[in-house]
């Protein structure tokens, strides 16, 4: 079982540069997250995605922007890449609504992106 | 606003017990779970609490209660693998998961 997998694990990107962090998951799972870690601190939610077609923001969307055409793909833009977007990329799936009746979420390997 | 707390960083004793708290301040509450993470990977679920009590899973147990915002992760029989960063998430009124800043977890020898 594959589950959550986030592509590419690391990344370093000049200050300006944008791209596009890959997420993926084959659990057929409609709830679709992505968080930022950045060290010593909690995950912030920036994106999240209750099905294809639809999106909403979460607590830091500043900076990003996602989409959602298929049940199984949520990638997460960076247009201008800012140092403070340096931190750690972990995305998430589950089955019902942010993991509640005892379904938790899902989560991908990370992505370490760092901006100089 | 929405608060979770937990300590920063716990030392324990291989083989001992430990007890990680957490206590929580969110605008309605669907449940509480923890999570554990290693360092540099992701997190995994733990445990689930949503009604007040103990659940045991094992050598982990969470305990809830509700009427005190408050929560503890207690690990039985600690092995050097334990050692990792332990993180309470509430799900607030609108099903949101709150996330604490997580407790680091050391384990001695």
């Known amino acids: 079982n594959a589950g959550v997998t986030q592509t590419p694990k690391f990344r370093i990107l000049k200050i300006g540069q944008s791209m596009t962090l890959q997420c993926a998951q084959d659990?057929?799972?409609?709830?679709m997250y992505w968080y930022r870690q950045d060290p010593g601190m909690g995950l912030k939610l920036i994106y999240y995605?209750?099905?294809?077609?639809?999106?909403d923001k979460g607590e830091v969307p500043n900076g990003y922007n996602v989409s959602r055409s298929t049940t199984e793909d949520f990638p997460l833009r960076l247009e201008l890449a800012a140092p403070s977007q340096t931190s750690v990329y972990f995305c998430?799936?589950?089955?019902?609504?942010?993991?509640?009746?005892?379904?938790?979420?899902?989560f991908g390997d990370g992505t370490r992106l760092s901006i100089l | 606003g929405q608060n979770i707390d937990q300590p920063t960083e716990m030392t324990a004793t291989e083989g001992a017990i430990v007890q990680i708290n957490c206590t929580y301040q969110?605008?309605?509450?669907?449940?509480l779970f923890w999570y554990q993470q290693h360092a540099g990977e992701a997190p995994t679920f733990l445990s689930y609490?949503?009604l007040d009590g103990l659940e045991e899973k094992g050598r982990f147990s969470s305990f809830l209660s509700r009427s005190k915002g408050y929560s503890y992760l207690l690990l039985k029989e600690l092995q050097m693998k334990d050692s990792a960063s332990y993180l309470c998430?509430?799900?607030?009124?609108?099903?949101?998961?709150?996330w604490g800043a997580g407790t680091k977890l050391i384990i001695k020898p």
């Open positions: 969110t605008s309605g509450f669907n449940g």
């Open positions: 609490n949503v």
């Open positions: 659990m057929n799972h409609n709830y």
């Open positions: 998430a799936s589950s089955y019902s609504p942010q993991g509640s009746n005892n379904q938790p979420q899902h």
């Open positions: 998430a509430v799900l607030d009124s609108n099903y949101q998961l709150i």
């Open positions: 995605s209750v099905g294809a077609g639809i999106t």
